[in-house]
């Protein structure tokens, strides 16, 4: 009952699901849309020191939580400390989850890249596009090999628990064609899910799915911001893999989104019968590539 009054990370769902390793600054990619260009914070070490982090995870009340989201920058750029920390936190019954573009390390050293894998619970491959030449100009550099193709000649055991990562952007990825056409493209291959996301952030290209799609969804805050979307009802069209949106709300996005009546009732709810409200997306629970932990840190 009343399942709309925990749907979303800032309803504190995630709070107690994990950590995250900021594993290193560095990419190979310049996105102007990436998340990673907000966090200020600069470390003192770049290249990701394993020992420390370890340390860090040891000293402090984090095996509990048992998943550890890897992300970066590019974390497949330190394959030999990827795979170490990787081998460390499984021996501690850790499960990882990593964010990549993969970059062609990854290509270079594919036995390595492999190990890696096989280590992890789940993996999020940043695609941008079906075409690898649209892909190129939202990533704002020139791929050194065909990502897409070493996408679709993944083993199958690797890509039965790979999501595939579209972020919408209005003047690349901005049509009704371009989503259904990203979906086809790899759909017949095997991925567990294919995910479009909304830009964080005010910028041009910012675009809503529903405005992309022409279609009418639930309010994100009330009933999700990350869901499943129905294919058939709203695109007339049955897809083999899942297809999962991610979607901003009123909290983050005023200039797009608007607070509706069942909104209304949440935070009423959480104001006057839970006695409190604010915003805990357990995201806080951050380790740096250096070890040091942020401010927000469990202790």
Do not use: W
């Amino acid at each position: 009952m009343f399942k709309f009054l925990k749907c979303n990370g800032c309803d504190g769902i995630f709070k107690e699901s994990g950590f995250n390793i900021h594993f290193c600054k560095l990419c190979d990619n310049d996105c102007k849309h990436c998340i990673d260009k907000f966090d200020k914070y600069i470390a003192t070490e770049e290249k990701p020191n394993v020992v420390k982090i370890l340390e860090t995870i040891d000293n402090g009340d984090y095996l509990k939580l048992n998943k550890c989201f890897i992300s970066g920058g590019e974390p497949f750029l330190y394959m030999d400390e990827l795979l170490h920390l990787c081998e460390e936190l499984n021996k501690r019954n850790v499960k990882c989850f990593i964010n990549t573009a993969l970059p062609i390390t990854c290509y270079n050293d594919y036995d390595k890249f492999l190990r890696i894998c096989e280590l992890l619970s789940s993996i999020n491959i940043s695609v941008q596009h079906y075409d690898q030449n649209i892909a190129d100009i939202i990533r704002n550099t020139k791929s050194n090999y065909d990502r897409n193709i070493f996408i679709k000649s993944l083993p199958n055991n690797i890509k039965n628990k790979t999501t595939l990562s579209f972020n919408i952007i209005k003047s690349l990825l901005g049509t009704k064609k371009d989503f259904v056409d990203c979906i086809k493209y790899f759909d017949n291959d095997g991925f567990q899910n294919i995910k479009f996301n909304e830009l964080v952030g005010d910028c041009d290209d910012f675009l809503k799915i529903e405005d992309m799609l022409n279609i009418k969804l639930p309010s994100s805050y009330s009933f999700g911001c990350n869901s499943i979307l129905d294919t058939k009802k709203y695109l007339k069209q049955k897809f083999n893999t899942t297809i999962q949106i991610k979607r901003l709300c009123f909290l983050v996005s005023e200039k797009y989104y608007n607070c509706t009546i069942t909104d209304t009732f949440k935070i009423f709810y959480k104001l006057f019968v839970e006695k409190f409200y604010k915003l805990d997306f357990g995201s806080k629970k951050l380790i740096y590539q250096d070890g040091f932990k942020s401010k927000h840190n469990i202790t």
